[in-house]
C-alpha cells in the first residue's frame, strides 16, 4: 500500500533543494540520467515486455500498444532527448522589470520555481522521462502518476532518475513515482493542496475532466482541439489550398489538426469544387452547412454536432459565413479556445482576427499545425493550455516558473 | 429570487465587447460612472444608513461599521479613485517577444483580457467601485458579491455603474451584481466554471478557505500574511531599528505587517535590549523564544503557536538563530509565503535570502510593509496572492490580462 500523503510530503520537502541547485548541477543530473537509461535499455525493455504482454492480453488497441512499445531505437531516441532539456536555458533566477521608486526602492521580479508538480499521463512511457526532466531543468519536484499500462516501464525509468539523483548528491523524492493502478490514489493527491502547488493532466478528455471535478490543487489543461480556418473573401490564391490541406490531413489525429473550415460566402462557389477534389483525393469526408451542401449536394449535411465536434480523423465541418464578424461569432460559439487561422490579405481583417479571437493561440495564413512548443521555439513542451491562467497555449521550461517580487532597500520606512 | 446561472451566462456574453473595447470607449464608461457616483451622493448616503442601522441592531463591531460608512468626504474619494484607473495605461493588446522562427512565421504573444471574474468580499463598499473599475479598464466583464452588510449600498453603486454602461451603449451585464445574502447561491457560482474565468476572494480567511473548497473556478487569494524580518549578524545599525518598527508597528492590522523577527545569535545580546524598550514605548508585546528570554526573562515565552500567528495587532514572536539557513528554514516551515525581509550589509546573504526564500515578495533592508500594489508602482490594486501561478504579490491591472499566442505567417505549412 502507497501511502500517497507521504508521497506528496517528501516532494515538497525536497523542493528546497532542487530549487537552488545551480545550473550545472542539475545538468549532471540529467547527464546521469541519459548514461544509466543507454547503459540499462536491456533491462528497460524487459519491463516494456511485461507491459505489452499485459496489454495484449488486457485487449488494448494497437495505437495504444504502439504508443506503448519501446525498442533499442525508440528507448535512444528517449535518452537523446535529454539532451535537447540539457540545452536550454535554466530560467531559474532571471531578473526582470526592476524600476526605481521614487523612496529609492528598487522594485522588480525574480523567476523561481513553483514547487512540486503532479503530472498524470495515459499510457505513453516517454513521458515519464521527458517531464521529469522538464521539472528537474525548471527546478521543480515533480510527482509522476503515468498510465496504469506501462506501469513496469514507468517504475524502471523512476528507478534510474532516481539512482541518478542519488549519485549526484540530491534527494531522490525530487522525482517521486504512485506506484499504484488504485485509481482513488489519485483522488486523494489532488485533496493536497499543502503540499501540491500545480496538476498537469495529459491525456483524453474523460482523464481532464476527472482531474478537474477532483482537484483542490490548480489544474492547467487543455480539454480539446476544435481549430477553425476561416477563408476571407480576400484570400492568397497561391498559399490557400496548400494551408487548408495540411492543417486536414497531414497528422488529423492530433490536437492542432483543423476541424471546421469556415469560408466567405462570395469564395464559396470558386473554392467548394477544388477543395472538395483536393480533400476527395486524400480520403477527407466533408459534413457541410446548407449553403455548403448547395453547392457540393453529393457530401453529409453537418448537424449541430459536427460544428462542436474533435474529429482527429479525416473528416471535416464545412461552414459558408456571411462575413469575418460570423466567423468570430462561430469561432467564439463552438470553438476551444485552442487554435484558429484566418487566410486573408486584407490588413485590417488580419489584425482584427487576431484580436478579436480569444483562442490560445490565433494565426494568419498559416496553418493551425504550428501551435506547438517546438515550432514556436520554446524548446520542449510539458503540455498545451487552454486555460487563461498562468499558461496560455504551448507551455515549455518557462511555463515551469513563476515570478515572485524583489526589492532592495536601503533602509525604507513606509509613511 | 436571482438566478445565478443567468448571471454568469449573461456576463460571459458581455465580455466580448468589452474586450474588444477600445480605451476612450472605456474611459468614458469610467468617466460616466464616476460623475454619476457624484451627482447621486445623497441617495447612496441614504442607502448606506440602511445598511448602518442594519449593522448596528445586528450588532457589528465599530471597525466593521467603520468600514461600512459612506459620507460625503469617502464618497467623494471613491469617485476620485476612478481618476487614478482612467490614467492607467490600457495593458490589453499589447503584443510582446515576436520572434522570427526559421520557416519566417512570426511568433509573439498579446496582452488580452481574461473574461469573466468573480469577486467575493466583505462589506467595504468602495471594493464594489474599484474592482468594477479595474476589470472594465482591463476589458474583463465582472460578478460583484459583496458582504451582505452592504447589500443596499453596493446595489445603488452598481446601479449608477450599470447606468454608465447603457448610456455609453455598452451591456449592462458587464458590471453583475450577486443581489442576494443567500451564501448557497455563492457555492452555486462556483461551480459555472463554464462562464466564470477567474475567482477573487477578498477577506478574511475563513472567507477565502470556504472559497477555495467549493470552487471549480480557478482562484487567486492569500490567506494570512505571517511576514518575517531576519536581523544578520552584518546588519546596517542606521537602519535596523527604524525598519523593524515601521514593519510592526505603522499598521499592525494589516497583512504586511511583520509577525516574527529573527536574530543572528552573534548579535542578539546587543540588540535585545534595545528592542524591547522600542517596543514596550510602542506597547508592543514580545513572545520569545527560549534564547531570547534568557536575555529578557521578564516576557512572554512563545509556544509553537506563535510562530505560525498572523497576530494583526501589537504582539510580536521573536526567535534567535544561528545562521541565515537556519532564519531560511524557519520562514519555509511557519511562514504564509506572502513577504519576508533581511537587514544585512553582507552581499552574498543578501542574494541569498532573494533566491532561497519562496514568497511572494522578498527585500532586502527595507520595511515588509512596502509589499502593495501603489508602493510597487503597480497602480491601483486588485487583491495580493500568495499563489504561485499567474499572479504572485499585489496584483494590479495587469494581473487582470493573460497572453495569448500570435502568429503572422505568410502560408508556411508544417512538414
Known sequence: ????????????????????????????????????????????????????????????????????????????????SIDEIIMLEDPVGEILNIKIRPNGLKVGQMRVPIGSILIIYEARPNVTVDAAALCLKSGNAVILKGGTEAINTNRIFVDIIRQSLIENNFNPHIVSFVDTSDRSKINELLKLDNYIDLVIPRGGENLIRAVVENSRIPVIKHYKGVCHIYIDNEYDKNIVMDIIYNAKVQRPGVCNAMETLLIHKDVATELLPTIKKMYDAA????????????????????????????????????????????????????????????????????????????????IVNASTRFSDGNEFGLGAEIGISTDKLHARGPMGIRELTTLKFIVYGSGQIRK
Not at 286 to 306: K, M
Request: aromatic share 6%; glycine share 2%; charged share 30%.
Open 283 to 362: 480520403k477527407v469526408e466533408l459534413f457541410g452547412c446548407p449553403r455548403v451542401c448547395e453547392i457540393l449536394p453529393e457530401i453529409n449535411s453537418a448537424t449541430e454536432y459536427d460544428w462542436y465536434a474533435e474529429y482527429l480523423d479525416l473528416k471535416l465541418a464545412v461552414k459558408i459565413v456571411d462575413d469575418l464578424d460570423e466567423a468570430i461569432r462561430h469561432i467564439a460559439k463552438y470553438g476551444s479556445q485552442h487554435t484558429e487561422a484566418i487566410i486573408t490579405t486584407n490588413y485590417y481583417k488580419a489584425e482584427k482576427f487576431l484580436r478579436a479571437v480569444d483562442s490560445a493561440t490565433v
Open 1 to 80: 500500500m502507497i501511502d500517497v500523503l507521504d508521497i506528496a510530503k517528501n516532494s515538497k520537502e525536497s523542493f528546497f533543494q532542487i530549487s537552488n541547485a545551480a545550473t550545472s548541477e542539475k545538468n549532471n543530473i540529467l547527464k546521469s540520467i541519459k548514461l544509466q537509461i543507454i547503459k540499462n535499455i536491456d533491462k528497460i525493455i524487459q519491463a516494456n515486455e511485461i507491459d505489452m504482454n499485459a496489454g495484449k492480453s488486457k485487449g488494448l488497441n494497437s495505437a495504444m500498444l504502439d504508443r506503448l512499445l519501446l525498442n533499442d531505437q525508440r528507448i535512444k531516441k528517449i535518452a537523446e
